[in-house]
């Protein structure tokens, strides 16, 4: 049998925010890799788009729609899901202002999706044990949270900074059943999310220039990392912090 550490065949991985962007392309990776991918997000059109995508020759792939802020549906999914070998929680929003107009309002629609719905999906799944023994667990956070990388992200920041912390709990926590729990720290990455007008083109294209490596991150660049950790490549590594982004925060 051909030697390959990296592997995902065998394991049933769920992806969250996969109907774009770095879940999306993580889905496509995972079910490139060997996986049965359960894929969920909010827009029925573009999950589908997704699903379409994964690969054919894994069988039992699966869609489930949920709103990733509304309690009913968090419940409802993990009532659905498979028992899982990994899930990369990637649904997530960003927001651009300055910190003068952080509003409480603010700070609780941003912690909403990109922080209370990931720490309650990642609960009801250990708790309910859908997470199998030596599973692995991929934040999607960012150097938002590890850095000021950006003036007027502080709310971003804050929401993925908690993530993080929240993320060195339960892999201490969750290792009493070997499930591992690391984040990735991504730095800007070419999706939707940036590409919709807050910043300019022009303005995105002279902030890439101040990555050593020279570009932004690709989806693909993430959904590698988070193959690494999904697999029994990483079985040792639990509660770090994969800071992604080409030098940037050098
Ligand atoms: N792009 C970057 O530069 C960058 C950098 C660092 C970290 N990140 C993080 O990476 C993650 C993915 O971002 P992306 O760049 O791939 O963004 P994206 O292309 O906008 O994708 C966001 C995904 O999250 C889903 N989502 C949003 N709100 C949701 C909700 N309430 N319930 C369920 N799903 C929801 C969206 O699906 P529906 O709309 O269909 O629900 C979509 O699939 C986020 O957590 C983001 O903060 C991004």
Same mark, same amino acid.
């Given at each position: ?41 909010? &827009? ?8 379409? $995508? ?8 699966? $869609? ?28 997530? &929003? ?14 609780? !629609? ?24 030596? @599973? ?11 850095? !000021? ?14 993530? &993080? ?24 990455? &070419? ?39 999904? !697999?029994? @490549? ?14 940037? !925060?050098?």
């Amino acid at each position: 049998m051909e030697y390959n550490p990296f592997t995902l065949t065998g394991k049933t991985v769920l992806v969250t925010g996969a109907s774009s962007g770095i879940g999306q392309e993580s889905a496509i990776a995972c079910s490139r890799m060997g996986a049965k991918v359960v894929i969920t997000a909010r &827009n029925q059109e573009r999950l589908h788009a997704t699903f379409d $995508q994964l690969n054919p020759e894994v069988e039992g792939h699966m $869609q489930l729609l949920a709103d990733m802020t509304v309690q009913q549906d968090v419940e409802r999914l993990v009532g659905e899901l498979p028992k899982l070998d990994g899930a990369v929680l990637c649904a997530g &929003n960003s927001m651009t202002l300055p910190l003068q107009f952080g509003t409480r309002e603010k700070f609780d !629609s941003m912690f909403d999706i990109n922080f209370f719905a990931p720490v309650e999906l990642l609960r009801l799944m250990y708790k309910k044990k859908v997470l199998l023994k030596g @599973a692995s667990v991929v934040l999607i956070a960012s150097i938002g949270g590890t850095h !000021s990388f950006m003036p007027g992200n502080g709310v971003y920041g804050a929401s993925k900074a908690a993530l &993080n912390s929240i993320m060195r709990y339960a892999a201490r926590e969750y290792a009493a059943r070997m499930v591992r729990v690391n984040s990735i720290c991504p730095g800007m990455v &070419n999706t939707p999310l940036i590409h919709d007008g807050t910043i300019t083109e022009e303005q995105l294209a002279e902030d890439a220039k101040r990555y050593p490596l020279g570009r932004y991150g690709e989806p693909t660049d993430v959904a590698n990392a988070a193959i690494y950790l999904l !697999s029994d @490549a990483s079985a040792w590594m639990t509660g770090h912090d994969l800071v992604l982004d080409g030098g940037f !925060s050098l």
